[in-house]
């Protein structure tokens, strides 16, 4: 195993609508919550569940693709890394988050609710309302170490549409914004 890889792969259901804002120099930012389920059974026999709650965050054009085409409940497959964010709030009470920052996202079912596809191609999530951040630092040195290449956008393309048997992928690519 190689030292200081840090690799974040969750599979589960997105618990809010993504949260798309800007930041003052334009870069986009996508924040949104997903929920991973562990079931097992206990040696007398009784079954167990629980829940884990991951914040996820995406920049640039990755977050504006799942603002566009996430909503509340449907599955997720999100692969990134760990980043723990520490900061002082308001009544000087040190705080810290940690959260996956995606750099792959691949849609894995339709919403619950959302029709069947037609020859038209999927249907885009409601684009939730657009908020802008703050220019602090820490938001700035994100975006300089976030950037997708065209090569890693190919590559969502084509991992986007795997596992949607019942979509076209040629025209889920012409519907893409990018």
Known sequence: ?????????V?????????LRYTPAGHAVC???VATNRSWTTA?????EKVEFHNVVAWNKLAEICSQYLIKGQKVYIQG???????????????SRTEIV????????????????TSGGVRPAPRPPVKEVDGSEE???EVKEETISENQLEDQRKSASKGNEDVDPEEV???MPF
């Open 1 to 9: 195993m190689a030292h200081g890889v840090n690799i974040a792969i």
């Open 11 to 19: 599979l589960g259901n997105l618990t809010r609508d993504p949260e």
């Open 31 to 33: 924040s949104f919550g």
């Open 44 to 48: 007398e026999g009784e079954s167990q």
């Open 81 to 95: 890394r760990l980043q723990t964010r520490t900061w002082e709030g308001q009544d000087k009470v040190r705080r």
């Open 102 to 117: 995606a750099d792959q996202m691949v849609m894995l079912q339709r919403p619950r609710g959302a029709p069947v596809p």
């Open 139 to 141: 938001v700035k040195k």
């Open 173 to 175: 690519k012409k519907k």
